[in-house]
């Protein structure tokens, strides 16, 4: 049973690029997620999605897009990279929205240059 | 909006000892809490998910309390190894919205 699976590792954009960080789960999860995870700053919510087709803005959400056309796969689009953007990303995902525990992925380390 | 404060920061303690690490949280009104092990550069790993209903949950070596109207969890880690070794994340339901919010963590070392 592989959980959550986050492509790439690693990755290193020059400003500008875009890119898109993949996300699968294979735990027929409706509720998935994204965080980025900057020091000093904890993990801090940016998109999320509820079900195929409903995708919603977290906390941080400018410069980064979703869709969720499954249920396994949530890939989250960098579409004009910024240093700020430098960052830990994880997925997570969730039977449901709330009162359930949360699953979440091994991570993406993006530097943006 | 929901806020969530880990104490210690870091900790550092021999093998061995029995500790307790801190999560407060400032809207009470919370489904659950959970609690997570980090190692470094890795993703995040489910420890303990409370529900607002229980008072406290137990996975081998570790326990974890919840006290709603204090608006406090606590993660009791027993006999700890130098495995132990990682940071450890709280999170509670965002207020009103979706996702969670994670405190900051509490980086744990033990000493050999």
């Known amino acids: 049973n592989a959980g959550v699976t986050q492509t790439p590792k690693f990755q290193v954009l020059k400003t500008g690029q875009s890119m898109t960080l993949q996300c699968a789960q294979d735990?027929?999860?409706?509720?998935m997620s994204w965080y980025r995870q900057d020091p000093g700053m904890g993990l801090r919510l940016i998109h999320y999605s509820v079900g195929a087709g409903i995708t919603d803005q977290g906390e941080v959400p400018n410069g980064y897009n979703v869709s969720r056309s499954t249920t396994e796969d949530f890939p989250l689009r960098l579409l004009s990279a910024a240093p700020s953007q430098t960052s830990v990303y994880f997925c997570?995902?969730?039977?449901?929205?709330?009162?359930?525990?949360?699953?979440f992925g091994q991570g993406t380390r993006l530097t943006v240059v | 909006k929901q806020e969530v404060t880990q104490i210690p920061a870091a900790l550092s303690v021999p093998e061995g000892e029995n500790l307790v690490l801190n999560c407060s949280f400032t809207?009470?009104?919370?489904?659950?809490l959970q609690w997570f092990r980090q190692d470094p550069g890795k993703g995040l790993t489910s420890l303990l998910l409370i529900q607002s209903s229980q008072r406290e949950q137990t996975s081998g070596r570790l326990n974890a309390s919840l006290d709603k109207s204090s608006g406090r969890s606590t993660l009791y880690i027993a006999a700890s190894q130098p495995g132990d070794s990682a940071t450890y994340l709280c999170?509670?339901?965002?207020?009103?919205?979706?996702?969670?919010?994670f405190g900051k963590g509490t980086h744990l070392i033990i000493q050999p």
């Open positions: 735990m027929n999860h409706e509720y």
């Open positions: 809207d009470s009104a919370i489904y659950n």
């Open positions: 999170a509670v339901p965002r207020g009103g919205a979706d996702g969670l919010t």
């Open positions: 997570a995902s969730s039977l449901g929205q709330t009162g359930v525990e949360a699953f």
